[in-house]
């Protein structure tokens, strides 16, 4: 079992940033590639970002690709995702996600793991 919790999340303006966070216990975190999904109100859930064990590879969404980065630090068993540039169609919540297999992933069934989520906002 692999425990995630996110944190980070708010309310911003449009243009603003947020740095969200996933912390993992319970198993060797380098073992698993994370990614991040979200989901908007009325909305199905939505990939966002992924990447590999060893942080060497990234994958992104077209609507965020440019204007997010995710990154880990196995060190601290935690991966995160800088929002920039934020949009109004950004808000969603936030779910981190663990994965593993080897092959980044954009579906939500290649994850094993899922975190409780935290609400991003970006109000206009």
């Known amino acids: 079992q692999v425990q995630l919790v996110e944190s980070g999340g708010g309310l911003v303006q449009v243009g603003g940033s947020l740095r969200l966070s996933c912390a993992a216990s319970g198993r060797t975190f380098s073992n698993y590639a994370m990614g991040w999904f979200r989901q908007a109100p009325g909305k199905e859930r939505e990939f966002v970002a992924a990447i590999s064990r060893g942080g060497g590879n990234t994958y992104y969404a077209d609507s965020t690709k440019g204007r997010f980065t995710i990154s880990r630090d196995n060190a601290k068993n935690t991966v995160y995702l800088q929002m920039n540039s934020l949009k109004p169609e950004d808000t969603a919540v936030y779910y981190c996600?663990?994965?593993?297999?080897?092959?980044?992933?954009?579906?939500?069934?290649?994850?094993?793991?899922w975190g409780q989520g935290t609400q991003v906002t970006v109000s206009s």
């Open positions: 996600a663990a994965c593993r297999g080897v092959v980044l992933t954009t579906r939500e069934g290649g994850y094993d793991y």
